[in-house]
């Protein structure tokens, strides 16, 4: 974790945590509605928790809620008044982009329902996990590459014996003594590592592996030493337990994804031009070398303060491929299909690359190049599946959709309006710090046009609670990383005093019940 502005820390979601938090969603009320446009509780906790929130409207008092729920519902104000036809809407860039989140997110949602009902670990694996869960384990390891595990093959039985552990090392490659770690339940280690280091009881010296870690190789292990905490009190226990039980479900969920993902891979081919590819390769390797995968092909941020709506870093890449002409090159053939340079970027404008090791040597990029690909064609074939499911029209993926369009257009809309009155294209930073005095009375005139379009559950508001910690929420392994678009500073009013209530007339009902029919 890192800190950002003092006291917010930086989460990373697996995609398999990421839908956890919204998968209710749709069982959920409404919070307020705006034309329209809907916020469901869920999306209000979210854009509240998992990006960083402005000073103003920190915290959990009613107050800072009442903010919250009136800066979102401005972000929708704001996205009516930029309209589906604006210079931002009509942008391909943007309308890519805006395609891939809503793909993206259709992919997790068959993520749930296919592993539905199949991720529940038996008791007794819980129990055994959780024998072992208070351990912490030093240890030394070494990873051997795939050109060199016939090294394994020839030691056999010696290679698991801890007496030529070092040997073992130097004779596949290595410098030195093998590097040491300490290593708990918590840490960070690949579902591989993790589950062959917390199984079962390990004792000292016992040499583990070959484990398979993909693109790496295979890790091997030496238990140097070990220490235990064994949990104490009941909550203790019960921590522990339910902690083993997320993971142990977190791994199986990844499993029968991985078959389900199998299963439409199956039969499926890959072959690449090789002349295109190489060419290929080298222009990609200038866009996300220097930047070690910042998948920027589709500037975010440029979209945030409103210049050149649509431009893309890409673009020096593309006139580099029209002038070689290389648009129509055939680059690669999948599953029957001949795909040219110009399919490829095509796919790309809405599924940014994503390398599976963050760092490389530049001779491996053309190797990782290729997993790249591949794993963007993987990830087209599922959206293919979600497509013929109907997922696309589901409620849930309508609103995710909604949410992202709706923050771009406002925040396009902010700086049209910041424009037009003389100030500078970075003046929304000083909006996110104050916005009521740069944009207070703008922002007004609208919640008071469109009063009554507007609807509240001040019930539900008053339910909800925050939690007090600045998070930024990511998931670093899949194409768009951020959950949520960043929070929208589009005012800092601390009072609810327009539209109507909605969960009034159920109260009304009620009285009148109460009171015999009378109103």
Same mark, same amino acid.
């Not at 996990?129 to 060199?148: D, I, K, M, W």
């Not at 030529?164 to 410098?175: A, C, K, P, V």
């Given at each position: 974790?890192?800190?950002? +502005? ?13 839908? #956890? ?13 705006? /034309?329209?446009? !809907? ?10 928790? @998992? ?20 800066? $979102?519902?401005?972000?929708?104000? *704001?996205?009516?008044?930029? /309209? ?10 943007? #309308?890519? @982009? ?30 055994? =996990?959780?024998?072992?869960?208070? +351990? ?8 051997? =590459? ?10 056999? !039985? ?12 130097? +004779? ?33 010296? #016992? !040499? ?9 190789? @295979? ?53 690449? #031009? ?22 920027? $092909? ?37 599953? /029957? ?15 940014? $690359? ?87 009375? *703008? ?15 001040? /019930? ?11 998070? !930024? ?24 005093? @327009? ?21």
């Amino acid at each position: 974790m890192r800190s950002i +502005r003092g006291n917010a820390v930086f989460l990373t979601l697996a995609v398999l945590f990421s839908f #956890q938090c919204r998968k209710k969603s749709q069982d959920e009320g409404i919070l307020a509605v705006i /034309g329209d446009r !809907v916020i469901t509780a869920d999306e209000f906790f979210r854009r509240a928790e @998992y990006t960083v929130r402005p000073p103003y409207c920190r915290g959990d008092s009613p107050q800072t809620r009442s903010i919250v729920l009136n800066s $979102l519902i401005a972000e929708k104000l *704001y996205a009516l008044e930029e /309209g589906d036809s604006g210079a931002l809407a009509r942008s391909p860039a943007f #309308q890519r @982009y805006i395609q891939g989140r809503k793909e993206q997110f259709m992919r997790q949602i068959l993520l749930e329902e296919a592993t539905k009902g199949k991720t529940m670990p038996e008791d007794s694996e819980i129990r055994g =996990r959780t024998s072992v869960a208070g +351990r912490e384990y030093r240890l030394s390891f070494f990873t051997v =590459r795939r050109e060199n595990v016939g090294a394994l093959k020839d030691w056999g !039985v010696n290679a698991v014996r801890p007496e030529f552990f070092n040997d073992l090392h130097e +004779r596949t490659g290595g410098l030195g003594p093998p590097p040491e770690r300490i290593v708990s339940w918590k840490s960070p280690e690949l579902p591989a590592v993790h589950k062959a280091l917390f199984s079962g009881p390990l004792r000292k010296n #016992q !040499v583990i592996g070959p484990v398979d870690v993909g693109e790496d190789g @295979y890790l091997m292990m030496r238990i140097i030493d070990w220490s235990d905490r064994p949990a104490v009190s009941e909550r203790e226990m019960r921590e522990r337990f339910d902690s083993v039980r997320r993971r142990l479900e977190e791994e199986k969920k990844q499993a029968v994804w991985d078959e389900f993902v199998f299963g439409l891979m199956k039969g499926r081919k890959l072959e690449f #031009q090789r002349d295109p590819f190489e060419k290929m390769a080298e222009l990609m390797r200038a866009i996300y070398m220097p930047t070690k995968n910042s998948r920027d $092909l589709f500037r975010l941020d440029s979209l945030r303060t409103g210049e050149a709506p649509g431009r893309l870093p890409i673009d020096s890449i593309l006139a580099e491929i029209r002038s070689n002409r290389m648009e129509g090159l055939p680059f690669f053939t999948f599953d /029957g299909r001949t795909w040219t340079v110009s399919d490829f970027l095509k796919l790309t404008a809405s599924h940014p $690359l994503v390398f599976r090791k963050r760092r490389m040597r530049p001779g491996e990029f053309p190797g990782q190049f290729k997993l790249a690909v591949a794993d963007l064609l993987r990830d087209a074939t599922v959206n293919q599946e979600a497509y013929h499911r109907g997922m696309d029209r589901l409620p849930a993926v309508q609103r995710e959709t909604i949410m992202w369009s709706d923050a771009l257009l406002a925040a396009y809309h902010r700086h049209r309006v910041l424009k037009s009155r003389g100030k500078a294209a970075d003046s929304a930073a000083g909006a996110d710090r104050n916005p009521d005095r740069t944009l207070g009375a *703008y922002t007004d005139s609208l919640f008071k046009a469109n009063s009554n379009r507007i609807g509240i559950n001040v /019930g539900m508001l008053e339910s909800i609670r925050l939690t007090r910690i600045d998070m !930024v929420a990511l998931n670093r392994d899949l194409p768009y990383i951020e959950t949520v678009p960043v929070f929208p500073a589009f005012t800092a009013r601390p009072r609810l005093d @327009y539209g109507r209530r909605l969960d009034r007339p159920r109260a009304d009902a009620a009285s009148r019940r109460r009171s015999g029919g009378n109103p």
